[in-house]
């Protein structure tokens, strides 16, 4: 019991630094009453959205919930944890972008005075938000711990947690995501395109939008994501602590006993979150204000944490007695998904060769660009797919599958400071917004863009780490649902082995079928993006057009900015179910139909797919938005160059793909798997219809 | 030996009907002395392009003979067969390439006096290469049996073939395909982006080579492609041949002895021969003159052609003695193959939905032109891969994994008049640039034009095939590699599939390999396209700028052509090499690092991502395509509107898709099964070195 303490009092840490970090952005200055009003205007539409969005999925969690009561061999103990995953997810959201939609005004407030000054304001805004991820999770899973541990059917239980993680999570990532991508693409096309004036110009009527999009998606989706990534990977790798008591690959123990099994996940957990609150106070710059200094400043930050981290699972192993090879198997997941983070930055950032390549590309115009930059996508997934590769081979030798499950938490285990870097960026952009909107001069504009662009390079690294940790995590869970499979049927587990055959058709059926869904999921959440912005676009358009004097810029003349997100907020809403549905539909279909061997099948195959559409998309999307910086800064004609126009268009298409349909394809494939672990016990009982 | 005479017949047959079929080509009016000249200037580049090519392909094949006669279980019967089969494809693309060459004039001459002669002239043409390519095929492989089936090798020697013929096609489709399209981007980019002159106008320096890209992209590469699909699928289900004798799914005979089992693909081969060629003969019209006649005159064709096999089928089942789930198998694949290729044409044809919206979707721009398509590509990967496993579900049911192998062939048995409908259109394309480099009358080139178009619509379909038979084709290589892997080694088949579980890492690690290789191929074949396209634009650039009077259209100021022909020459030569050398080399790497095992993993992966993106490619390409043709009929502004340009840059984004990378990657799945088919003996000495 004593490791679930300390687990416990490690999140409570956490809460206790988000709290210290809060308290310090809110008591910073607001800024002018222009700065206020506008900030106002974005915390009203994110607070309407987010209400909106959490109404609906309360009505989903209560039927999901009733059907897992009802359903035989579930019950009603998995609903209560499936309530409080999705409860618990949507608190952290709730609270992250609560206090994103304070921070922002205070940042563009704070940059008036140093880019420093900004950096330190918007990095703790980010913080609260990446502290209560990581102490909300582990608070939560010791409580279920703490709760039902006795319970004989306590790994049935406990990945209800999980499941309602997860479906708020795939929701909250979606529709967030369709928000501010339809909001942004649609302020593009009609602002910048048709009608030449600058980003975030008060006069776009799709401007308010554009940034309370930035706040539902990028802060309350992503944190609703990366919080499911996080108790996922920990629920995997408890569930097969049986594996750990007696490893048959290995024929050796890996722990002395099951609740051991158990305990080491949370430590590690916890070890990561002590070592994110030392990395989040590690970053300090003195007065130095160059970029390189603040990007050194959030570099020393998180590899001290990678560090601290290795070093506690180190002590973790050793005192819980644990076999060595399971500390080999964390370390090689934290050494992966660093790898793989680096990795992300070459393919996207504009100090290498593949995004130089693109905005070269774009001379001879937007369909070259688009050929070069996809192709960069394409290319960027060797990297993380051989990384993770190696670190599955690494991780079973040392330590049989329970060491690729405890693989994925040592990827994960810094998400604390990772999301802290990660989510200050949308932070950063939104005050730059609003600087833009106020008047303020153009330096703290220049500050804010800076701090922006800073947490793009940052951004790219934590999308590497989400995607590699998101791959690992998923087959762990997959691996746990036949492990529950066959407990719930009765039959041993080398007996369902020997009968999994690759080769078996039914195996083959379901691999074809995985390998499809993924992409029908970026066709879906591809379109619902294109669907609300052409929305967005017609409105911008028609304000345009109606209100008299608002193109002239003449005094007092305003667009109807509400209007507006009210549109992207209904039509965000609408679009996100399909995709969620069909998320959490499919697996139930596939086992009931195909039975629990084309399940595996199907899992294995979107897994990989899943993986390697993400890592295109992401950074397909993202080599594209940095070519658009390169031109930016000058290169081949700059601003409203022929060649800044072709990047326009790539970076255009490059947004949904890299903040919509790549980052919700993370929780797809641990949403599915999940499921799959979830409804073992049903598909033990009805094996296969076909 | 009957079935085989009976094969080797047919093979006559249908070359006695290719000869009669080019007789007829070549006597019609060769058109005015311009067209000869353009014409003239067509057929060198294409020769000296495939002169050039085969050059560099001699050399790979004797390295790669030697290599095969040197290695321990490989030897030298191997590599004659290899030689054989290389040499056997080789000819099916010289000799439909020297026939289209000489057709496209032909045809611009015939259209000058109706549409309806313009189709018989191209469509005999096409049929020439069509009936080729099948002839050939089975006449090798009657060959081929004649010579060695005494061999106790026999089943390790054959495969040989397969594996000359696929190295062959790689190259010459990926080759082709960097240079048709690679001139075609060139071209329009700065033709029709950049100067604003029409397509196929004689002052583009890139004119020409665009010509010859239609001819050694769209003709050889493409013959040489079908070639490999229809050799592979017979030699694939051949090898399976030991399943059909007594298939311990099922626990009965399918066929009484082993032969049988070999006659039977041949046979059925045969009666497609047959059947397409009474197909050829009914396409026949009147002197009507609407497209719907045409189109209506192809289709009676190919369904009558998929009837008879169908009837030929059941009687080659019943004459050997074979069980009848056989032709369950074969008629699920025939149904499978006409189903998807009806819905390859429902996303891709401007008559349906998915086309207008994206069509529509050019009101805002260039950029959600793009997202709208690449979205339509990924959903219509639906219908195809869940007709993919109804075939290999149903096939398996009734004739186990022999019946997946043999489906393949059903869907591939009418090859000789697909693709006579499919390789026309390229015919009538050439022409139709003949005809407005030439000053003929208006009329005539819309005459062209609608060719072109229903050349399109056949083009789809044709796609849709030969993408759900390189899946099935590629599985039951798969499927042969094991066995031949498991006779090799002397293990129990069964033993074998025991320990071949999804679960072992080895086999999740060679699935993400898999998933993983041809999202580089595309890659890499994009960039191909990209550099290649880029020298081009630099070269049409220079020569407008420092040919005096060639912009203005001065009376004998010419391009040289010449010149942009040898540049894409030279570069898709060089570029081929890459990718199809990765492909060849990557399953024996994976092979001999990770073993057998995780070979199979990576196969299946490979061919499961393969199939996707080669639907995705495919199709988003033929939607861009033809929703470009949809606007140039007058919708949103017509040609010369904003949505036009949109339209523009999606159909140059996609043209390497649909005509490079995706095509090639049907290549690349089976070439790589049929690699591991061959190198099988090798793995089961070394078995993996990690």
Request: charged share 15%; glycine share 12%.
């Amino acid at each position: 019991m004593v490791p679930i303490l300390i687990a416990a009092i490690s999140g409570v840490l956490g809460l206790m630094v988000a709290g210290f970090m809060a308290a310090y952005v809110l008591k910073q200055d607001e800024g002018s009453e222009r700065v206020r009003e506008i900030s106002e205007a974005i915390k009203e539409g994110a607070v309407a959205f987010l209400g909106r969005e959490y109404r609906i999925l309360v009505v989903f969690v209560v039927v999901v919930a009733i059907i897992l009561g009802v359903v035989p061999n579930l019950g009603w103990l998995l609903a209560v944890a499936f309530i409080f995953g999705a409860f618990s997810s949507g608190l952290a959201g709730y609270i992250g972008m609560h206090i994103a939609v304070r921070a922002n005004r205070r940042t563009a407030a704070a940059a008036q005075k140093s880019l420093n000054q900004g950096l330190r304001v918007s990095f703790r805004g980010g913080a609260v938000m990446g502290m209560c991820v990581v102490s909300i999770g582990i608070l939560g899973l010791s409580i279920l711990y703490l709760v039902f541990n006795s319970h004989p059917d306590f790994l049935l239980i406990i990945p209800g947690y999980g499941f309602g993680a997860s479906s708020v999570a795939i929701f909250a990532r979606v529709g967030g995501g369709i928000f501010t991508k339809a909001a942004d693409t649609g302020a593009d096309i009609v602002g910048k395109v048709e009608q030449g004036i600058p980003e975030d110009d008060p006069r776009n009527a799709a401007v308010i939008a554009d940034f309370v999009g930035d706040n539902v998606g990028d802060i309350a989706g992503m944190g609703a994501d990366l919080f499911e990534s996080y108790v996922d990977s920990i629920i995997a790798t408890m569930t097969l602590g049986m594996v750990a008591v007696f490893s048959t690959v290995l024929g050796k123990e890996l722990v002395p006993d099951e609740p051991t099994a158990w305990f080491l996940p949370m430590l590690v957990a916890a070890g990561g979150i002590l070592a994110s609150i030392i990395g989040i106070f590690l970053v300090r710059v003195g007065e130095k204000t160059e970029m390189g200094a603040l990007l050194n400043a959030l570099r020393r930050g998180t590899f001290s944490a990678a560090i601290f981290t290795a070093i506690l699972s180190f002590l973790a192993v050793y005192f819980l007695k644990a076999d060595i090879g399971i500390f080999w198997a964390i370390l090689v997941g934290l050494v992966a998904g660093v790898l793989i983070g680096e990795s992300t930055n070459f393919f996207t950032s504009y100090t290498y060769k593949p995004t130089l390549n693109i905005a070269e590309s774009s001379q001879t115009g937007g369909a070259t660009l688009i050929t070069t930059g996809f192709a960069n996508g394409l290319m960027s997934t060797v990297p993380p797919i051989i990384l993770v590769v190696i670190a599955i081979l690494v991780a079973y030798r040392f330590a049989d599958i329970y060491g690729v499950a405890i693989a994925g938490i040592g990827m994960l285990s810094t998400l604390g400071i990772q999301d802290a870097t990660d989510a200050y960026g949308p932070v950063a952009d939104n005050a730059g917004g609003i600087v833009e909107m106020s008047d303020l001069p153009p330096e703290v504009r220049q500050r804010t863009d800076a701090l922006d662009s800073l947490g793009n390079t940052t951004a790219a690294t934590g999308k590497g780490f989400a995607i590699g940790s998101a791959g690992l995590t998923a087959l762990a869970l997959l691996l746990s649902y036949v492990l529950a499979y066959t407990k719930a049927a009765r039959i041993e587990l080398a007996d369902f082995l020997a009968n999994s055959s690759l080769l078996d058709p039914l195996v083959i059926a379901g691999i074809f079928l995985g390998v499809m869904l993924p992409a029908v999921f970026c066709a879906m959440t591809l379109n619902a993006v294109g669907k609300t912005s052409f929305s967005i676009i017609n409105e911008v358009r028609r304000q345009f057009r109606e209100i008299k004097g608002l193109l002239e810029g003449e005094e007092g003349v305003k667009p109807d900015y509400s209007k507006t997100v009210t549109i992207c907020t209904t039509a965000a809403i609408k679009q996100m179910l399909a995709p969620g549905l069909m998320t959490i539909v499919s697996p139930v279909i596939v086992g009931v139909l195909l039975g629990p061997l084309a399940l595996a099948g199907f899992l294995v195959g979107a897994i990989a797919s899943g993986f390697i559409l993400a890592v295109t998309f992401s950074n397909a999307g993202g080599s594209w938005d940095n070519a658009k910086k390169w031109i930016e800064t000058g290169a081949y004609g700059g601003k409203g160059s022929n060649a800044h126009k072709a990047a326009v268009i790539g970076d255009t298409v490059g947004d949904p793909m890299k903040d919509t349909s790549g980052p919700s394809l993370n929780i797809m494939i641990k949403l599915m798997s999940i499921i799959a672990l979830v409804i073992a016990p049903v598909l033990a009982r009805f094996p296969g219809i076909l």
